[in-house]
């Protein structure tokens, strides 16, 4: 198996997406428009192909010496700090974890449904095409819920990040991540400063803090999880290649102006990616497999590893590194994973944003972020640059 391959495993074919993605009336006549757009750009830019494949992204860290590393990481010789992740390990026991997964699905259904942080467009857009589970309504729930709170400033945890984050950390969002039977993976992707569909980049770290390291992810399995049953996957150490993070916030801010770097056919897949198509893992692999096109060995220096995880395990990564989940292969079973996203005060939160947006079936939708709170786990905040309870 290529490593293309082997990265893809599971991910059905863009093309099979494609072929199925059926464009109404008033869709095919936009997406006439478009293409005719990104012709134009492409006579007026002249751009092509070879420009993207100069395009050399490195991350602060690999550019720099381990000496240097270490200065913005706090020590070099983590596993952490040197290849991104640290393996699972285990914060509570399996049947307190299997109590607290059956405890927040019941919240699904009362608490976190009624009270929660988006607003009544995005949870309509969202139930109206059956999508509006705990991964929607149990975003940023560790602000009210202290069942969350408390597993996510578990010391076990905070002692793990210290090394990298320092003893002054905060909580800036935390999430679920359920997976039913027979459903897709998470497709590959990476972020340093969490731009998703915002306007801006949520995370604003300090010059002295490497982007990659300025925010760590712990995701703690609340149920088994393996291959066949949704385990998370990760290339260590693939946080010093920045590209895929670079060109999707490229496309993200104008989809026309990229388009135009490539044939007709790409070009029109890339319409459909980034304006019809929901959620964005779908925008993730197109992302994905234009790298491959462009540099035949995109990632091949690394491995892939298969985070199989026994329910009450977390490991903790750095989301520049390339990650992403199988699908669940298990008509009757669930997976479900609570992620905390860390950071230190230093970091600017949301800065000057009031509202940000969220992708849903009915395209990008704003909310407002008047509830949203960063959350001290541990040391105290020396900077007070964010709203923190
Ligand atoms: O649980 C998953 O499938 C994806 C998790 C993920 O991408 C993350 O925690 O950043
Ligand atoms: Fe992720």
């Known amino acids: 198996m290529t490593f293309r391959e082997k990265m893809l495993v599971g991910f059905q074919k863009l093309d099979i997406y494609f072929e199925t993605l059926d464009l109404d009336k008033g869709q095919k006549a936009q997406k ?6 990104s012709a ?16 050399v992204v490195k991350t602060e860290a690999a550019r720099k ?6 200065a913005f990481t706090n020590s070099n010789d983590s596993q952490l700090s040197q290849a991104g992740y640290r393996s699972p390990f285990k914060v509570i026991s399996e049947g307190q974890a299997l109590e607290l ?3 927040f699905c019941q919240l699904h259904e009362t608490k976190f449904s009624d009270q929660h942080f988006f607003n009544s ?3 309509d857009s969202l139930a109206s095409k059956g999508l509006w589970n705990i991964n929607f309504s149990g975003l940023f729930q560790a602000i009210r819920e202290p069942q969350i709170l408390n597993l996510l400033k578990d010391r076990r945890i905070t002692n793990e990040l210290a090394p990298v984050l320092g003893e002054d950390q905060i909580i800036w969002r935390s999430q679920f991540f359920e997976k039913r039977g027979l459903s897709t993976g998470t497709f590959w992707h990476q972020t340093s400063t969490f731009q998703e569909n915002s306007k801006k980049p949520k995370l604003l770290p300090p010059s002295h803090l490497a982007d990659e390291f300025a925010q760590l992810t712990v995701w703690v399995a609340l149920t088994d999880t393996d291959k066949a049953t949704g385990c998370l996957r990760i290339i260590p150490e693939s946080f010093k290649d920045q590209k895929m993070e670079v060109l999707f916030n490229l496309i993200s801010s104008n989809p026309l102006y990229i388009s135009s770097f490539l044939n007709e056919e790409d070009a029109s897949n890339l319409i459909d990616c980034f304006y019809f198509s929901a959620g964005n893992f779908i925008k993730a692999q197109f992302v994905v497999e234009l790298l ?17 995880m026994k329910a009450g395990e977390a490991v903790i990564f750095s989301s520049m590194n390339m990650h992403a989940s199988y699908g669940m292969q298990q008509h009757d079973s669930y997976r479900l994973a609570l992620a905390g996203r860390y950071t230190t005060p230093e970091v600017k939160v949301y800065q000057n944003q009031d509202s940000d947006y969220f992708a849903t079936p009915d395209g990008n939708m704003e909310f407002g ?8 786990v541990r040391g105290t905040d020396k900077f007070q640059f964010n709203r923190t309870i």
């Open 32 to 37: 006439d428009d478009l293409m005719s757009e």
């Open 40 to 55: 134009d750009y492409k006579k007026r830019f002249k751009s092509n192909l070879k420009d993207l494949q100069d395009l």
């Open 65 to 70: 010496d381990s000496r240097v590393l270490a």
């Open 101 to 103: 997964k059956d405890s």
């Open 121 to 123: 467009a995005i949870k």
């Open 292 to 308: 491959f096109d462009l540099f035949p060995n995109y990632m091949e220096a690394n491995e892939i590893v298969d985070l199989e």
């Open 369 to 376: 972020l008047e509830e949203i709170r960063c959350l001290q």
